[in-house]
């Protein structure tokens, strides 16, 4: 009785989860029923004409389409480079300072910016990067001349992953950070009585030691080779730019919500979510080999 009761506690504990994950996450995937309609808002779901693979034929068709899949996939290969490496070697490198008190106010600094909403963070780079901004100001004085970064299509890219990677970078060292606390501190003694330098142990020790951790990031990572960042692109691109920084979600936004092409949008999502979907799958796969990371 006494464990029947806790279970009862326990279910009672997880319904409100359960009802949010229902109506937020499982009820509304009914909508995709409109990737294969002719959707009329007018007639709703139910009572739109059915077209089957029709919307995917047309949107293949489309050159929008095409583009802003290799948009997507650009910036979130670049993104995930960026926030795979740069963490990774920021963490080895504040690993190996010894002033204590220097070393945790750095961690503070470069961490804050995580907790920074893309709204804010794009007015901030769009004064910094704006024509009369004190980068342009900086680059008049030096005797250059003055450009709109966040209107050259060929430079936006390279400023989303940048601002990407400098938002996130002390968030995602705190990974490698705890898996180089589970490195063995023998290793470096013996290391360091072989005759090995801070480097050699860097090079022979740390990187080997948290190896997996650093395998099982990238791996994982693949399942968001589709997803940019839409609350980033969307905050700072425009019109000028759509050549290069248009990605996946900003376009279904535009294509659905504002000129109400609600099946063409539906499908686009639906063909994003497919592909993530059997990335992950291949994903998990390669990390229960290789890292023997599994989640049941």
């Given at each position: 009785m006494k464990s029947r009761k806790n279970y009862l506690h326990y279910g009672i504990m997880l319904t409100p989860g359960l009802l949010w994950l229902f109506f937020i996450s499982i009820l509304p995937m009914f909508g995709i029923a409109m990737a294969f309609q002719d959707y009329n808002p007018g007639l709703g779901i139910l009572g739109s004409e059915w077209v089957g693979m029709d919307v995917f034929k047309y949107m293949l068709t489309l050159s929008d389409s095409k583009q802003i899949f290799i948009n997507t996939v650009v910036i979130a290969v670049g993104k995930i480079i960026g926030n795979l490496f740069i963490p990774l070697v920021f963490a080895i490198l504040l690993n190996e300072m010894r002033l204590l008190g220097l070393?945790?106010?750095?961690?503070?600094?470069?961490?804050?910016?995580?907790?920074?909403?893309?709204i804010i963070l794009a007015g901030i780079l769009q004064d910094l990067l704006g024509y009369t901004g004190p980068v342009n100001m900086i680059?008049?004085?030096?005797g250059g001349s003055p450009a709109m970064f966040l209107g050259k299509s060929e430079w936006f890219r390279q400023i989303i992953v940048i601002s990407d990677v400098w938002k996130n970078f002390g968030y995602n060292a705190i990974i490698y950070l705890a898996a180089l606390t589970g490195i063995n501190?023998?290793?470096?003694?013996?290391?360091?009585i072989d005759g090995a330098g801070r480097f050699q142990r860097m090079w022979h020790v740390t990187l080997p030691g948290i190896a997996v951790t650093v395998v099982l990031i990238l791996v994982l990572s693949m399942g968001s080779i589709l997803?940019?960042?839409?609350?980033?692109?969307?905050?700072?691109?425009?019109?000028?730019?759509?050549?290069?920084?248009?990605?996946?979600?900003?376009w279904v936004y535009r294509t659905g919500l504002l000129s109400l092409q609600f099946s063409?949008?539906?499908?686009?999502?639906?063909?994003?979510?497919?592909v993530g979907f059997i990335l992950i799958t291949i994903g998990y796969g390669i990390a229960y080999k290789y890292a023997n990371y599994r989640i049941f």
């Open positions: 070393k945790k106010a750095i961690q503070t600094i470069v961490y804050l910016p995580y907790f920074v909403s893309w680059i008049k004085t030096l501190p023998a290793l470096y003694e013996a290391a360091a997803n940019a960042g839409f609350d980033q692109v969307y905050n700072l691109y425009n019109p000028l730019v759509y050549s290069t920084g248009d990605i996946i979600d900003t063409l949008a539906t499908a686009v999502g639906l063909l994003k979510s497919a």
